[in-house]
T-cell receptor, first 116, second 112 residues
Framework: DAGVIQSPRHEVTEMGQEVTLRCKPI?????LFWYRQTMMRGLELLIY????????DSGMPEDRFSAKMPNASFSTLKIQPSEPRDSAVYFC??????????????FGAGSRLTVL | DQQVKQNSPSLSVQEGRISILNCDYTNSMFDYFLWYKKYPAEGPTFLISISSIKDKNEDGRFTVFLNKSAKHLSLHIVPSQPGDSAVYFCAASAEGNTPLVFGKGTRLSVIA
């Protein structure tokens, strides 16, 4: 498996523009997570899905952020309109439900977003 | 309020010596604790985990210790190698398919 695939790897945009980040989870994984990494807050959970259904979006900072998972192999995180404070690295991760044991997430390489 | 805390932003160790990375947590509902390693421009990769019913788990040069009463865990790397230089994240989760809660990370530099 190619692992979790994220695109774009780098995005530079101007304030007010729409940004769409994409994620392809590992085949067979039924949970998908979006995290954001910043210097101030570290790795923070934005939203996660189980079996394509959003379970907890309480980490989404504002209504400007939205996420979808139309099928088991694709998810998007959209920011509209973008602001400079949204500049961060956004990670997508996936995992499979285990009957017991640690929930080991596999992360993508991340999408570095810079909003000017 | 941070549920998982890594109070040392950075650590510098000589090659061949032991590296000890520390982590504290506040949520008593956490059942599993994990360590991730992150190189620049890459995503975090899973390193080792421990269940709350254990106090030690070992995998090669890496050992994780859990002190549940103190809500503290640590990662020991022996011997440290230059390739271990990375940011290490402590993470925790409750039972089941729940998200991981991460600390802010500790940057380890292993000096040759």
């Amino acid at each position: 498996d190619a692992g979790v695939i994220q695109s774009p790897r780098h995005e530079v945009t101007e304030m007010g523009q729409e940004v769409t980040l994409r994620c392809k989870p590992i085949s067979g994984h039924n949970s998908l997570f979006w995290y954001r990494q910043t210097m101030m807050r570290g790795l923070e959970l934005l939203i996660y899905f189980n079996n394509n259904v959003p379970i907890d979006d309480s980490g989404m900072p504002e209504d400007r952020f939205s996420a979808k998972m139309p099928n088991a192999s694709f998810s998007t995180l959209k920011i509209q309109p973008s602001e400079p404070r949204d500049s961060a690295v956004y990670f997508c991760a996936s995992s499979s439900t285990m009957p017991a044991g640690a929930n080991v997430l596999t992360f993508g390489a991340g999408s570095r977003l810079t909003v000017l | 309020d941070q549920q998982v805390k890594q109070n040392s932003p950075s650590l510098s160790v000589q090659e061949g010596r032991i590296s000890i990375l520390n982590c504290d947590y506040t949520n008593s509902m956490f059942d599993y604790f994990l360590w991730y390693k992150k190189y620049p421009a890459e995503g975090p990769t899973f390193l080792i985990s421990i269940s709350s019913i254990k106090d030690k788990n070992e995998d090669g040069r890496f050992t994780v210790f859990l002190n549940k009463s103190a809500k503290h865990l640590s990662l020991h790397i022996v011997p440290s190698q230059p390739g271990d230089s990375a940011v290490y994240f402590c993470a925790a989760s409750a039972e089941g398919n729940t998200p991981l809660v991460f600390g802010k990370g500790t940057r380890l530099s292993v000096i040759a």
